[in-house]
C-alpha cells in the first residue's frame, strides 16, 4: 500500500560522489523513520544511516564523516549523500520507511533497490 522508489544509484570512481532519493507515496498519513540499507554480494543487508521525523540520525560507522542523510518530510522523501565513495561501498541500497495509513494502521515498506558501483 506503500511505495518506495529509489533513484541515483551509478557506477563511479573511488574518491567520487552520488545522492540517492527515495519517495514515499500511497495512502501515507504519517512516516516516522526513514532509513537506507545496503546489501553486498554475499553478505547481509546492513543499516547504512537513519532519520527520525524529528531529523535525529544515525550512520554505521563505516560510513560515518562520508554519508549525509536527510529527508524532505513535505515530499516524503529521504536523501542520502555520499562522498569519497571507496570500493567497499558497492552494493544494492535499500530504501526503508515506517509509519502510518490514512486508515491509522501502521506500514513498513521497502524499495526495490538501487545499484551502486565503486571502482578502483
Known amino acids: 500500500q506503500v511505495q518506495l522508489v529509489e533513484s541515483g544509484g551509478d557506477l563511479v570512481q573511488a574518491g567520487g560522489s552520488l545522492r540517492l532519493s527515495c519517495t514515499a507515496s500511497?495512502?501515507?498519513?504519517?512516516?516516522?523513520?526513514m532509513g537506507w540499507y545496503r546489501q553486498a554480494p554475499g553478505k547481509q543487508r546492513e543499516l547504512v544511516a537513519h532519520i527520525t521525523s524529528g531529523g535525529n540520525t544515525n550512520y554505521a560507522d563505516s560510513v560515518k564523516g562520508r554519508f549525509t542523510i536527510s529527508r524532505d518530510n513535505a515530499k516524503n522523501t529521504v536523501y542520502l549523500q555520499m562522498n569519497s565513495l571507496k570500493p567497499e561501498d558497492t552494493a544494492v541500497y535499500y530504501c526503508?520507511?515506517?509509519?502510518?495509513?490514512?486508515?491509522?494502521?501502521?506500514?513498513?515498506?521497502w524499495g526495490q533497490g538501487t545499484q551502486v558501483t565503486v571502482s578502483s
Open positions: 500511497g495512502r501515507i498519513r504519517s512516516i516516522n523513520a
Open positions: 526503508n520507511a515506517g509509519g502510518f495509513l490514512s486508515s491509522f494502521l501502521p506500514f513498513g515498506s
